[in-house]
Structure formats: C-alpha cells, structure tokens
C-alpha cells in the first residue's frame, strides 16, 4: 500500500510517498519560508514527478507533533482535507517518534529534540530507536542530562533542529553526547510515512474528524488561566 | 472558470465561529452550519487567538461533514470551495484555508478566495434577493467600521473606515470596564435598553468631509468618566452610561451613513456585521433614513455574525469573475477590501 505523508513540524516542510520499506518520492524544504504557501505545490508537484494518481494512495499520514503550533496546524488542515476529499484513512505519527525510527537500530539511546524556544527542547528518550523510555518531555540541556542519568540511559545520541538550539549546552553537560548528522536526521515525511504504514497495519486508522496536534505546552492563556485559579 | 457554481461549499474560520455552508445557485442557503466557540472564550474574557486556532482545526471537518449532510449534498456532487482567506486571525484563517486547499484540489475543483468584509456585505443579498445596486453599505463589526459606495457586483469604494479602534472592539472594551462580560455587543445594547442618555460623550466627526471614523476618544472618556466618579464616591449607574456610550457611536455612525446615501443619491442603505444586529442601531438608523426617502436593509440576525453562507454568496459572484486561488494561497491577517 501506499502513504503520502505530510511533516511541518517545524521550519522543515516535506512530503512523501512510501510503499512498505521504501521511499519512493519526497520532497522538502528547510527555508523558514510559508508552509501555508508551500505544502499543496510539494504535493502536487511530487505526484506529477512519480507520475502518481491519488486512486493508487491507500493511507495519508500526518506528523502530529510536538513543534510550532501553526506549522502542525497547517500540516494537520490539510491533511484532513486530503483524506476527506479522496476518502482515505489518515494515520497521525508523533514527530519524535518519526525521528527517532530514521535512526533504527541505533546501540545508544536516541533522543530526538525539536525546538521549543527559551532554551528548551521537546524530546523523547528511544532505546534502539524505536522503543521509548519515560515521557515526552519539553526540558533545558541540565534536566535533560539529568532526566537520562535517572533512567539509567546511556551514549546519547542527539538528532533534530533542537539540537542548533541547546547544542552547546548539551555538550557541556553531556561530554560523551554524540550529535547525528543532518543529512541523515532532520524530521522528514518519509519517516512519517514509513511509520505511520507499520503503526496502521498494527492499530488501523485515527479519527479523522478529531485528530488534533500534540502540543505537550499549553497555550500562554491557558497556562495563565491555571496560574490564576491557583492563586485564588 | 468564469461559470457560476451552482453548489458551492463555503467555509469561514475568521475569528472564533467556525462554520461551513451549502449554497446553490448563489441565492439559496441550503445549510449553515455555525460552531460557536464563545463559550469558551468567556472564559478568558475575550477571543484567545491561539485556543481558537485549536478548536477550529478540531471541529472544521464535524462542521463542514454537517453543512452536507444538512444540505443532502454529497462532496463528490460540489462545483466549487469558497473560504475566508482574510482578514482576521491568521491562526484561525490558516486552518479554514489549508483545509479547503486541501480539499479542493482532492475533490478537483476551484476555490475561491474571499475576504471576509465582502461575505458580511453579500449577507444583505441573501437576506434581500431582489434589492437593486448602487447601495451605501455600513459594516460594523468587531474588527471593521467601514462606509462602502457598493455600486455593482465587482465594483465598490471605500469612503471611509475607522482610523482607531472598530465599533465593535469599543463595544467590548466598554463593556469590559462596565464589568457586563463579552461578547460586549449584546450585552452593552441589553443594559443601555433601560438606560437614559445622561451624560454627555464626545462624537468624533473628524474633518467636516471625511467619512471615517474614531472610536478610540469616546472609548477614553467612558473610562476616565468612570474613574473620575469613582474617585469623587459617586454612584455609577452602569445601564445610564451603556446608553448614553451607545447613543454618542451611533450618532456618528447614524450622521455619516446618512451624508454619504445622499452624496451617492442611493436609494438603499445595507448594514453588515455583527454591529447590524443592533436593534437600536436599526432603529436610530431608520428614522434618519426613511424621511430622505432611503430604504435601510440589513440580514437576518444569524446572517450577521460570522457565518459561512455569506462567503458562499460572495463567492459565487467572485467565481464568475474567474477570481480562483492557486494552491499556494495563503491566509492574510489584514487586507483591505477589493471588489
Ligand atoms: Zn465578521
């Protein structure tokens, strides 16, 4: 069978077709320019290139986050559309998920981060690259050094645009920490798609109507909304 | 494509409404389907952009799979996709625009780009099928004070608009210093209905032949009317000053309106927005008007607020004139009106 996926998590906008085991198209884009304006173009011009009908898609795929707010939002609109007009099934895939499983087999711990602002990371701790150890998590370079000692964890191995944003503070907490390669690890819809095929054959498909981004942060209104009920 | 649509899907994600609706042959609503999200921000006092923008991407597909089933359509039986591209909130906007991009393009038909002041203007259309162009149309809502010399389908001109604060966003503010709550429209226009015109509140005319408009003085002296008489110990009769705030943007609202139709020499007047729900805008508004022989229309109340079946009526008009959008439209937060 095969998947579109969709992955504007962050400033990447990519989109892919895969079948089970291979890539066969993908496109993406790194530039911080409009995903609102990019995504649509990517996908019509990546059917066009592999001469693809959308009757031969079986499944859409979606990355769900964490990451920017609006750029899941773009991403997740329109992959509900996509999947309503042509009546597929939608799979939803949490971003660290998908970047960790490019990094499969992996002896380490791989810890995928996606920038959270303010010095701080989302992430998740991968065993092997696939099987994940405690929570989600938004933390600075310390807690996350921290939180891996905890677990017993060992030989990190960083990947993800989280990295630029605490690398140096990684490394000093962490002098073992080992940073992957971007070529091989920016968060890209083919991980996605790949993913997204295994976990659906396993799981079968989401909500479409009421798949929502995971946003593990709150809203700034609703955290202050709570800071105030606690006060009172 | 320069045919007009005969079922066409609209949507609208603007501000806090989320809402899809079924239109055929440009004039015939046959669904609506409005979500409100106002509950939700009474809770934070006003409109939370980012919570709005969650909600809308929750609920845009229940929405849009109601005004269907609501109209007996089936997608695969549409013509053309109609959206709100802005002005608004571009969180919001960018889940209703990515949504019907999306969509389109999977179900291979056009869609139509539309700003969301036109949708409040072609309310009146939908509310009045037969009134006849040029008209003056008044929109006052919570984001736009704005007086339109609309003389046909494609052809407008804005005479004036707000240099400051919208009505609405002054009815709110208003009514949040009056501690009355939001959404402050109603509930200013629920108080003021048993209020007297007591105090005296500025009008800004502004230069004698300028059609816009200032809200932000009037708003001023409500506030430090109410902080003077605090300070003084005296009493605050809270529907006196709902009243008398009222009257005072009214009477500018009511005095420009009426100076343009006669400069215009219309013989109609349309009022859009949410603002035109006002009964006692209405009613101000009419006994100006009817006098010089001018005829007042305004939509039906649900036509008012923010609502998918206007942008499918402005829409349709649009598609004919071959206005469809590529697939790298995107949401604009803040646009002025073009035909
Ligand atoms: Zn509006």
């Not at chain 1, 998920?97 to 992430?123: H, S």
């Not at chain 1, 295994?198 to 946003?215: N, Q």
Request: charged share 20%; net charge negative.
């Amino acid at each position: 069978m095969k998947v579109l996926s969709i992955e504007s998590a962050t400033n990447v906008a990519s989109v892919a077709l895969c079948e089970e085991g291979m890539v066969q198209a993908e496109r993406f884009l790194n530039i911080r320019k409009n995903h609102s304006e990019k995504l649509l173009p990517l996908i019509d011009g990546m059917l066009a290139d592999a001469d693809m009908d959308a009757e031969e898609i079986g499944l859409l795929a979606v990355s769900v986050g964490p990451g920017s707010f609006t750029g899941l939002r773009i991403g997740m609109a329109t992959a509900k559309g996509l999947a309503y007009g042509w009546d597929l099934p939608l799979k939803g895939v949490n971003t660290l998920d998908a970047m960790a499983y490019a990094l499969r087999g992996d002896l380490g711990t791989v810890v995928p981060l996606i920038n959270a602002r303010r010095k701080e990371a989302f992430g998740g701790f991968f065993v092997g690259g696939d099987e994940r150890v405690g929570d989600y998590f938004v933390l600075n370079a310390q807690s996350i050094a921290e939180r891996l000692q905890e677990l017993g964890l060992m030989n990190p191995i960083f990947m993800g645009d989280g990295v630029h944003a605490i690398r140096a503070e990684l490394a000093e907490c962490m002098p073992e920490a080992r940073f992957a390669s971007p070529a091989s690890v920016d968060n890209r819809a083919a991980s996605v798609g790949l993913l997204a095929l295994e976990r659906y054959a396993l799981e079968g498909e989401d909500d479409l109507k009421g798949l929502s981004p995971t946003y593990i942060r709150a809203s700034q209104a609703e955290q202050n909304l709570k800071k105030a009920g606690a006060h009172e | 494509m320069t045919e007009k649509p005969k079922l066409l899907l609209a949507l609208e994600t603007s501000c806090d409404e989320t809402s899809a609706a079924v239109i055929e042959n440009g004039r015939i609503i046959r669904s609506n389907v409005i979500s409100s999200q106002i509950a939700i921000h009474q809770l934070y006092g006003g409109v939370v952009p980012e919570i709005a923008s969650r909600k809308h991407l929750e609920n845009v597909l229940e929405v849009v799979e109601m005004a269907l089933v609501e109209a007996g359509v089936d997608k695969k039986d549409l013509d053309c996709l109609a959206v709100t591209y802005g002005p608004g909130l571009v969180g919001a906007l960018l889940v209703g625009v990515s949504l019907a991009k999306s969509l389109a393009y999977a179900l291979k038909i056009p869609l139509v780009p539309v700003h969301h002041l036109l949708g409040h203007m072609y309310a009146n259309l939908l509310s009045h099928p037969d009134v006849e162009f040029p008209l003056i149309c008044t929109v006052v809502s919570g984001g736009h004070t704005s007086i339109i010399y609309w003389e046909d389908h494609g052809k407008m001109s804005i005479l004036g608009q707000t240099r400051d604060d919208a009505a609405g966003e002054a009815f709110d503010k208003v009514a949040r210093v009056l501690g009355l709550g939001y959404p402050g429209g109603p509930e200013i226009e629920k108080a003021a209905l048993v209020g007297a015109e007591n105090i005296k509140f500025p009008r800004a005319y502004l230069e004698a032949d300028s059609y816009d408009f200032s809200f932000s003085g009037l708003k001023s002296s409500v506030i430090n009317y109410l902080h003077k008489n605090k300070q003084n110990g005296q009493d605050i009769v809270v529907e006196d000053v709902a009243r008398s705030f009222q009257e005072a943007l009214m009477e500018v609202l009511v005095e420009k309106t009426l100076r343009a139709a006669k400069e215009k020499k219309v013989r109609t007047v349309a009022l859009a927005g949410g603002v035109a729900s006002n009964q006692a805008l209405r009613l101000r508004m009419k006994e100006r008007l009817e006098p010089e022989g001018i005829q007042l229309i305004f939509p039906e109340p649900v036509l008012c607020t923010d609502n998918a079946a206007m942008i499918g009526a402005a829409a349709y008009y649009l598609a004919g004139q071959g206005k469809v959008a590529g697939l790298d439209l995107n949401a604009v937060p803040s646009i002025p009106i073009h035909g």
